[in-house]
T-cell receptor, first 109, second 111 residues
Framework: GQNIDQPTEMTATEGAIVQINCTYQ??????LFWYQQHAGEAPTFLSY????GLEEKGRFSSFLSRSKGYSYLLLKELQMKDSASYLC??????????FGTGTRLLVSP | SQTIHQWPATLVQPVGSPLSLECTVE??????LYWYRQAAGRGLQLLFY??????ISSEVPQNLSASRPQDRQFILSSKKLLLSDSGFYLC??????????FGPGTRLLVL
């Protein structure tokens, strides 16, 4: 079966750090994607982890542990514009992605 | 650079009516193309994907169909819409095994 779990909703304060966790159990695994989706808009690509470890891109970092079926997205120096849903997706092979339901992040002043 | 277009942006259709949503990609050739649906409170669900002209793989049995008449054109259709077809339809492209990039989406409401 295919199962992606991530928290439904998180809140944080402007300037803070937040970590959004994702656990996955999929038949086939070729990497883990994170997308950002603002309300009413299409998802935009944030990161892709294939190997274990941390990938850093400016204020955003993503971590993968394949043995634990676990990933997280770390957002630093939160800004109001970071309020959005964050989608975790497992690449099960041939670019077929299985998505979680997304974590809605609300950043307050 | 590559761009992906979808139209219409929004659509309100009665139950039982036909549907045609179009997606086109510019700036790349022979892309993999995908149709997803996002229902309220649910994750993105892969409906169809295509690796070339006329090649369609269906992921979920339903009353929808897809066609790829040209290299960079992907069409989602239905002969008779159901209430449950309401949702946000997203087209995406990828170059080979690369990252998928999404179009702006079509919001469909079936009444």
């Amino acid at each position: 079966g295919q199962n992606i779990d991530q928290p439904t909703e998180m809140t944080a304060t402007e300037g803070a750090i937040v970590q959004i966790n994702c656990t996955y159990q999929t038949s086939g695994f070729n990497g883990l994607f994170w997308y950002q989706q603002h309300a009413g808009e299409a998802p935009t690509f944030l990161s892709y982890n294939v190997l274990d470890g941390l990938e850093e891109k400016g204020r955003f970092s993503s971590f993968l542990s394949r043995s634990k079926g676990y990933s997280y997205l770390l957002l630093k120096e939160l800004q109001m514009k970071d309020s959005a849903s964050y989608l975790c997706a497992s690449n099960t092979g041939f670019q077929k992605l299985v998505f979680g339901t997304g974590t809605r992040l609300l950043v307050s002043p | 650079s590559q761009t992906i277009h979808q139209w219409p942006a929004t659509l309100v259709q009665p139950v039982g009516s036909p549907l045609s949503l179009e997606c086109t990609v510019e700036g790349t050739s022979n892309p993999n193309l995908y149709w997803y649906r996002q229902a309220a409170g649910r994750g993105l669900q892969l409906l169809f994907y295509s690796v070339g002209i006329g090649q369609i793989s269906s992921e979920v049995p339903q009353n929808l169909s897809a066609s790829r008449p040209q290299d960079r054109q992907f069409i989602l259709s239905s002969k008779k819409l159901l209430l449950s077809d309401s949702g946000f339809y997203l087209c995406a492209w990828a170059q080979g095994a690369g990252t998928q990039y999404f179009g702006p989406g079509t919001r469909l409401l079936v009444l």
